[in-house]
Structures are given as structure tokens and as C-alpha cells.
């Protein structure tokens, strides 16, 4: 079975540069993530889609990131501008939920992308 | 907020047995999980806890005490590939089905 799909797997570019991450969830999950991890923060959740409808956005940082979820098989994170403290690991994940919030349904991760902005 | 609370690092001989803590101080609450970290890899599943109590899985137990907001995470049987960090995440009983998660324990196995 196919796990969570990211792309790229590593991305260096020069700050001021647009970022697009991509993320292909496991066939029949409903719910994604995407998270930051970084060595003083840990993982931070930054939003989160149920059915393709972003429900919880209040980790973005600020403006400069955005995150869409087009259909069920397909979601970007955009940073635009990228900056320096942008470097991290960017995980996306998913999980399928029956019933919101309820039973053991763990998100499986991504390999994540390696973001460095110089 | 949300505060969740594991010691940074520990180490512990191959063989042996090491528990490690979380402490967990959230606004709501449904559920608890551990996951494996390997350096430079992606966090996955290890166990999940709901109610109080233990959790066995092979070599690994999670334990639960919601009065306490504590749980630990048993590893028996220490491999060196059990070398990692492993992170504790709850469950806010206010999300769809998000999860808050620690900074992680790095565990490193020695021979």
C-alpha cells in the first residue's frame, strides 16, 4: 500500500522565493495534516483538512503561508515569501475518521520535506 | 494552552528496560498516542490510549492515568534500533482529530 506521498523531498532556495510543498494523503483518509518540525519547536501542527474543508488553521504561522486542498488526493502548503526562519521538516499526514475525534485512527506521516531558505 | 511535557533525552543499555514519561496538561481531552522517530525519517505510530491503564504490544506498553495526566511509554528488551526519538501527542477533545505533541525523548541504546 501506497503511505502519504510528499514532494520534494529536500528544497534550498533564496529568501523572497515562492515554496510550494505537495502532499498526495492515503486513498480513503479524509483528514490531513500539515506540521513543522523544527529542533526548538518540535512538530506544530499548521492546519488541518476533514473532506477536502480546511478546519483548523490557527498553527500558520501568518500570511506569508497558505494551504489548499483541492480534491481528496492532493494538497499544497505555499510560502510566499519564503524567509530564513522558514527552514524545517515539513511533514504532511492523514487519518481516517468515522465519527470526529473518536477511536484510534493514528495519522500516518509522510517522508516529510527538508526546507532550507538562504 | 496546550502543554506537553517529556524529558529531552535518555540513554540505556542494550537488553535493559527504560520507561519514558509525559506529562500532559491540555484543554480537552481523547486520547493519547506514542510515536517511533528515527533520525531523519517520519514520525509512526506506536500505541494509543484512551482509558486508564496499560497497553501491551509486543516489547512495548503505554500507560495511561487521566486523573494524573501522565503516561509512559515501556520499552523491554532494548534493540539498538530502538535507538530514536519518540514522541507523545494527545488528542484535544475539541478537535476533529488533531493532535498536540511534545518536543520528544531521544533514546539512545548503548551496548
Known amino acids: 500500500d501506497a503511505g502519504v506521498i510528499q514532494s520534494p523531498r529536500h528544497e534550498v532556495t533564496e529568501m523572497g522565493q515562492e515554496v510550494t510543498l505537495r502532499c498526495k494523503p492515503i486513498s480513503g483518509h479524509n483528514s490531513l495534516f500539515w506540521y513543522r518540525q523544527t529542533m526548538m519547536r518540535g512538530l506544530e501542527l499548521l492546519i488541518y483538512f476533514n473532506n477536502n474543508v480546511p478546519i483548523d488553521d490557527s498553527g500558520m504561522p501568518e500570511d506569508r503561508f497558505s494551504a489548499k486542498m483541492p480534491n481528496a488526493s492532493f494538497s499544497t502548503l505555499k510560502i510566499q515569501p519564503s524567509e530564513p526562519r522558514d527552514s524545517a521538516v515539513y511533514f504532511c499526514?492523514?487519518?481516517?475518521?468515522?465519527?470526529?475525534?473518536?477511536?484510534?485512527?493514528?495519522?500516518?506521516f509522510g517522508d516529510g520535506t527538508r526546507l532550507s531558505i538562504l | 494552552g496546550q502543554n506537553i511535557d517529556q524529558p529531552t533525552e535518555m540513554t540505556a543499555t542494550e537488553g535493559a528496560i527504560v520507561q519514558i514519561n509525559c506529562t500532559y496538561q491540555?484543554?480537552?481531552?481523547?486520547?493519547l498516542f506514542w510515536y517511533q522517530q528515527h533520525a531523519g525519517e517520519a514520525p509512526t505510530f506506536l500505541s494509543y490510549?484512551?482509558?486508564?491503564g496499560l497497553e501491551e504490544k509486543g516489547r512495548f506498553s503505554s500507560f495511561l492515568s487521566r486523573s494524573k495526566g501522565y503516561s509512559y511509554l515501556l520499552l523491554k528488551e532494548l534493540q539498538m534500533k530502538d535507538s530514536a526519538s519518540y514522541l507523545c501527542?494527545?488528542?484535544?477533545?475539541?478537535?476533529?482529530?488533531?493532535?498536540?505533541f511534545g518536543t520528544g525523548t531521544r533514546l539512545t541504546v548503548i551496548p
Open positions: 491540555t484543554s480537552g481531552f481523547n486520547g
Open positions: 499526514a492523514s487519518s481516517f475518521v468515522i465519527i470526529s475525534g473518536t477511536g484510534d485512527q493514528p495519522q500516518h
Open positions: 501527542a494527545v488528542r484535544d477533545r475539541d478537535g476533529a482529530n488533531n493532535l498536540f
Open positions: 490510549n484512551v482509558l486508564d
